[in-house]
């Protein structure tokens, strides 16, 4: 069973920073495609960063510039000038098939394994 456990969140005033982590266990972490989703009350889940096995990285348009996705023995999520749109909750996401992924994307329905959340507030 895979299993995600995303920390981190909490709540900062606009131009602050947070750094989420996600925890994973039950697969080979380098084999995986990985990423972060966030959803707002009324709003469909949204791709916000993701990573492939090889490291590349892919954005967002909205957060291009402040948010930097990385990895080691975790994923993490540094979220820097945060705006009041940024307020949601964060979830950690992964697939893993028992195969390389080569090629994240933002499309929710990629990502078979799914944390359960941390909120992140913005206020003005």
């Known amino acids: 069973q895979v299993q995600l456990v995303e920390s981190g969140g909490g709540s900062v005033q606009t131009g602050g920073s947070l750094r989420l982590s996600c925890a994973a266990s039950?697969?080979?972490?380098?084999?995986?495609?990985m990423g972060w989703f966030r959803q707002a009350p009324g709003n469909e889940r949204e791709g916000v960063a993701v990573?492939?096995?090889?490291g590349g990285t892919l954005y967002a348009d909205a957060v291009k510039g402040r948010f930097t996705i990385s990895k080691d023995n975790a994923l993490y999520l540094q979220m820097n000038s945060l705006k009041p749109e940024d307020t949601a909750m964060y979830y950690c996401a992964a697939v893993w098939l028992g195969v390389r992924c080569h090629v994240a994307t933002l499309h929710t329905s990629q990502y078979n394994y799914w944390g359960q959340g941390t909120q992140v507030t913005v206020s003005s």
């Open positions: 990573i492939d096995s090889d």
């Open positions: 039950g697969y080979t972490y380098n084999s995986a495609c």
